[in-house]
């Protein structure tokens, strides 16, 4: 591809952000981003490995708005439970990916997808079934279970959400 091909070409985010190719912009013999406009002359780069597809337009990952609304991870914020509990402070995250797994707080480790993240950390109490729930004699959901959407509409499938939900009280 010719860079005299890309000047001028639209462009269009996983996001819906829609622009064209003002100028082609390089370090170091490589091609590092493209500076491009909207339809109202704003201006914003597209990095050059965040481009998904060339075609009649260009097609691109909008890291963007995911860095604009990107909050700083601060390591030492308190963790509490729903009832107000002091758990300890976080200590350190798991990733995978780029993808946080757990986090550390106090002496334990908690799913990451579960945690409330401001000034404080906010670790809401896990619900677990403390008998089985059963139906016409077989057992449906196991004592212990963590009572999670996915159990609540598994439950709603069997015809036994209001079971379900008074075993976890």
């Given at each position: 591809?010719?860079?005299?091909?890309?000047y001028?070409?639209?462009?269009?985010?996983?996001?819906?952000?829609?622009?064209?190719?003002?100028?082609?912009?390089?370090?170091?013999?490589?091609?590092?981003c493209?500076?491009?406009?909207?339809?109202?002359?704003?201006?914003?780069?597209?990095?050059?490995?965040?481009?998904?597809?060339?075609?009649?337009?260009?097609?691109?990952?909008?890291?963007?708005?995911?860095?604009?609304?990107?909050?700083?991870?601060?390591?030492?914020?308190?963790?509490?439970?729903?009832?107000?509990?002091?758990?300890?402070?976080?200590?350190?995250?798991?990733?995978?990916?780029?993808?946080?797994?757990r986090?550390?707080?106090?002496?334990?480790n908690?799913?990451?997808?579960?945690?409330?993240?401001?000034?404080?950390?906010?670790?809401?109490?896990?619900?677990?079934?403390?008998?089985?729930?059963?139906?016409?004699?077989?057992?449906?959901?196991?004592?212990?279970?963590?009572?999670?959407?996915?159990?609540?509409?598994?439950?709603?499938?069997?015809?036994?959400?209001?079971?379900?939900?008074?075993?976890?009280l």
């Amino acid at each position: 591809m010719k860079i005299s091909e890309l000047y001028g070409k639209k462009v269009e985010s996983t996001a819906g952000k829609i622009g064209y190719v003002v100028s082609c912009n390089g370090a170091a013999g490589k091609l590092v981003c493209l500076l491009c406009a909207d339809e109202d002359e704003n201006e914003f780069f597209v990095d050059v490995k965040n481009i998904l597809s060339v075609g009649s337009k260009i097609i691109f990952e909008d890291r963007e708005t995911a860095i604009k609304a990107a909050k700083p991870i601060r390591l030492g914020r308190a963790g509490f439970n729903e009832a107000g509990k002091y758990l300890g402070n976080l200590t350190d995250l798991d990733f995978k990916g780029t993808k946080i797994q757990r986090a550390k707080i106090g002496k334990r480790n908690y799913p990451a997808e579960k945690l409330f993240m401001g000034d404080v950390i906010i670790v809401p109490t896990a619900k677990k079934l403390k008998s089985d729930v059963i139906k016409d004699g077989k057992v449906i959901l196991k004592k212990g279970t963590e009572v999670n959407s996915q159990v609540l509409s598994s439950a709603a499938a069997e015809g036994e959400f209001v079971q379900t939900n008074l075993k976890s009280l």
